[in-house]
């Protein structure tokens, strides 16, 4: 059993510059699950320091550490939340409120940049799939951002399968496939801290636009 009102899992690599600024702003109530994903900067290392529960998944791929993570969790509610300090700890409420509040099934933050937090083609790219994602899902979004919450066992019963970049994707999907009520927070939105791995660069929004594609085709 757990005393924490949500576990928040934050899918790692080589985030060591990040997760004391992350970690050190995340709430009493949340216990905050480092998957580390085969970081070579000492990322586990720190946060394990930093008081933080580590969980590594060897294989790569941003769907298999949050799935990792979300297997690890033991709370009632489960949050995702990037670690590269993009996304602000204290805000997690937001997402939090509307699931354990029972107003919703699924929370997603909807990211509110400030100016150069988010590229051009990163945002465009995120635009799109959230219109082609609204059609088929059947509920209207405007982002497929990671800081997101649900239940635990609800999460578990969908039985997600991908473990690339289009595991966010799928959970919605899944979720809007069996009925859940589905909404979306405000959420600031600030630069990441360190180098961009995925979005921040045209290649990494390509392979994530691939990923999420083939999840759509599905």
Same mark, same amino acid.
């Given at each position: ?12 690599l080589?985030e060591?510059?990040?997760l ?7 709430p009493?109530?949340?216990?905050p ?15 394990? !320091?930093?008081? /933080?529960? $580590?969980?590594?998944e060897p294989?790569?791929?941003?769907g298999a &550490?949050?799935?990792?993570? %979300? =297997? +690890?969790?033991t ?21 939090v409120?509307?699931?354990?509040s ?14 150069g937090?988010w590229?051009a ?9 959230a219109?082609?994602? !609204?059609?088929q /899902?059947? $509920?209207?979004?405007h982002?497929?951002?990671?800081l997101?919450? &649900?239940?635990?066992a609800? %999460? =578990? +019963? ?12 799928e ?15 405000d959420?600031d ?14 290649r ?5 636009v ?9």
């Amino acid at each position: 059993m757990t005393n924490f009102e949500a576990d928040v899992v934050l899918p790692c690599l080589d985030e060591a510059g990040a997760l004391p600024w992350v970690l050190e702003r995340m709430p009493h109530w949340a216990r905050p699950i480092v998957v580390d994903n085969g970081s070579a900067d000492g990322s586990a290392q720190i946060a394990a !320091s930093l008081g /933080a529960t $580590v969980v590594s998944e060897p294989r790569r791929g941003f769907g298999a &550490a949050a799935h990792a993570g %979300l =297997l +690890a969790a033991t709370a009632d509610v489960v949050a995702f939340c990037d670690c590269d300090a993009s996304l602000d700890p204290r805000q997690l409420e937001r997402v939090v409120a509307p699931v354990r509040s029972g107003a919703a099934d699924l929370a997603l933050g909807r990211r509110r940049p400030a100016r150069g937090a988010w590229p051009a083609h990163a945002r465009v790219a995120n635009g799109a799939l959230a219109v082609l994602t !609204s059609r088929q /899902a059947g $509920v209207r979004l405007h982002d497929l951002g990671p800081l997101r919450a &649900a239940r635990r066992a609800d %999460l =578990l +019963a969908l039985d997600l399968r991908d473990r690339r970049f289009g595991y966010p994707l799928e959970m919605v999907l899944s979720a809007a496939a069996a009925g859940w009520r589905i909404t979306e927070c405000d959420v600031d939105y600030r630069p990441r801290v360190g180098k961009s791995k995925v979005t921040g660069t045209v290649r990494g929004t390509v392979r994530t636009v691939r990923d999420m594609r083939a999840v759509l085709a599905r």
